[in-house]
T-cell receptor, first 114, second 112 residues
Framework: DAGVIQSPRHEVTEMGQEVTLRCKPI?????LFWYRQTMMRGLELLIY????????DSGMPEDRFSAKMPNASFSTLKIQPSEPRDSAVYFC????????????FGDGTRLSIL | EDKVVQSPLSLVVHEGDTVTLNCSYE??????LLWYKQEKKAPTFLFML????IEKKSGRLSSILDKKELFSILNITATQTGDSAIYLC????????????FGKGTKLTVNP
């Protein structure tokens, strides 16, 4: 079975540019999560969707960040404009709906903003 | 604010040693506690614990939860170099916003 698929694997861009990260969750999973991981702060939840609907976006740092899930098999996380402090590894995870189920993570996008 | 604290932050051992990793938590509406192993890429799921005192075991790894004292331990016996990784503890909360709250992890290095 294919796991959670993220693209790109690496992104290096200059500050001020728009960055779009993509995620394809595991087929049949109802919930999708975006995380950011840094050395200082560890893994932080940014936003999560349930059945394509954003449920909790309290972790989104500021208005420069936005996320969408237009259908059950695709989500994007966009940063516009990007800043050097956004440099981190961004993970997408998904899990089946209902009950106690673990989240399954993609391999992440390593983002560097120069 | 929900909080998960892991200790130690890092640990260096020799192959064959036994290690114990700690995770304590303070959350509202606890649902379950999860352990993940993160090597170079994605965190991979190890265990989910929901009930106190019931040990979960997978090969050389085992884990147990104490819901009264609000902590969990992850044990690894006869460590191997392949066990080197960051071990993440996370608590799954329930309620209006169901989410995983992660600790910062324990970085384990197993030397030959």
């Amino acid at each position: 079975d294919a796991g959670v698929i993220q693209s790109p694997r690496h992104e290096v861009t200059e500050m001020g540019q728009e960055v779009t990260l993509r995620c394809k969750p595991i087929s049949g999973h109802n919930s999708l999560f975006w995380y950011r991981q840094t050395m200082m702060r560890g893994l932080e939840l940014l936003i999560y969707f349930n059945n394509n609907v954003p449920i909790d976006d309290s972790g989104m740092p500021e208005d420069r960040f936005s996320a969408k899930m237009p259908n059950a098999s695709f989500s994007t996380l966009k940063i516009q404009p990007s800043e050097p402090r956004d440099s981190a590894v961004y993970f997408c995870a998904s899990r089946p709906g209902g009950g106690n189920q673990p989240q399954h993570f993609g391999d992440g996008t390593r983002l560097s903003i120069l | 604010e929900d909080k998960v604290v892991q200790s130690p932050l890092s640990l260096v051992v020799h192959e064959g040693d036994t290690v114990t990793l700690n995770c304590s938590y303070e959350v509202t509406n606890f649902r379950s506690l999860l352990w993940y192993k993160q090597e170079k890429k994605a965190p991979t799921f190890l265990f989910m614990l929901t009930s106190s005192g019931i040990e979960k075991k997978s090969g050389r790894l085992s884990s147990i939860l104490d819901k009264k004292e609000l902590f969990s331990i992850l044990n690894i016996t006869a460590t191997q170099t392949g066990d080197s990784a960051i071990y993440l503890c996370a608590v799954f909360t329930q309620g209006g916003s169901e989410k995983l709250v992660f600790g910062k992890g324990t970085k384990l290095t197993v030397n030959p």
